[in-house]
């Protein structure tokens, strides 16, 4: 069964601080993919980043970063530097592969409310 | 592009009437979803369709049904509204395939008293 688990409910940190968020996930699938969605207070999603499970390598994008480990399944982000406009509940969420019917839907994970205080 | 989009946005039901709520996609995108989210309970999947005419279950599809007649719309009906179904929906659409970006509307809340 596939499964993601965002183990942080909540996390406060003050502006300027780095912050890690973390998505472990559970599949059985050779190829899948990876997803983050930020959902600010307006509460539109947002998409941030899709990854697939053959690229282990580093993503950096601006103050973004993600760390993508097969070895510990996870898919971990980071906010570097911190600022109130990143206040928002962030989703890990996993695509599986077409052969076994689990690319039809997403698998997402409970999300991680994080709020940066000034 | 408009992307997609929900009607309504807000809507207040008594306990016993139905309603439906339309997505629409301009994207001419396959697979078309429809969630619900509710304080500290994530995303849940109600319904889902991979294509025109068809549909499947998620994992809370219970009081829900939904229609996709045409490629670009995806309904979703509440034939007698419950307290329980207070929370607000989103329908998203994605190309079909390799798992890919879900494209989201902006969400319709809904009460019902």
């Known amino acids: 069964a596939q499964k993601v688990t965002q183990a942080q409910t909540e996390i406060s940190v003050v502006e300027k601080e780095d912050v890690t968020l973390d998505c472990v996930y559970e599949?059985?699938?050779?190829?899948?993919?990876l997803f983050w969605y930020k959902q600010p207070p307006s509460g539109e999603l947002v998409f941030l980043i899709r990854?697939?499970?053959?690229d282990e390598q580093n993503e950096i994008s601006g103050r973004y970063s993600w760390n993508f480990q097969k070895s510990t399944s996870s898919f971990n982000f980071t906010i570097t530097a911190s600022q109130v406009v990143d206040s928002a509940v962030y989703f890990c969420?996993?695509?599986?592969?077409?052969?076994?019917?689990?690319?039809?839907?997403?698998?997402w994970g409970l999300g991680t409310s994080l709020a940066v205080n000034p | 592009n408009a992307g997609v989009t929900q009607t309504p946005k807000f809507r207040v039901l008594k306990t016993g009437q139905s309603m439906t709520l339309l997505c629409a996609q301009d994207m001419n995108h396959e697979y078309m979803y429809w969630y619900r989210q509710d304080p500290g309970m994530g995303l849940r999947l109600i319904h889902y369709?991979?294509?025109?005419?068809?549909?499947a279950k998620g994992e809370v599809p219970d009081g829900y049904n939904v229609s996709r007649l045409k490629k670009q719309n995806f309904l979703l009906g509440l034939e007698s509204a419950a307290p329980s179904q207070t929370s607000v929906y989103f329908c998203a659409s994605s190309p079909p395939g390799t798992p890919r970006r879900q494209f989201f509307g902006p969400g319709t809340r809904l009460t019902v008293l």
């Open positions: 599949t059985r699938d050779t190829t899948y993919y």
């Open positions: 990854r697939n499970s053959f």
């Open positions: 369709s991979v294509g025109e005419g068809t549909t």
């Open positions: 969420a996993l695509g599986g592969e077409i052969n076994a019917g689990n690319n039809r839907k997403l698998i």
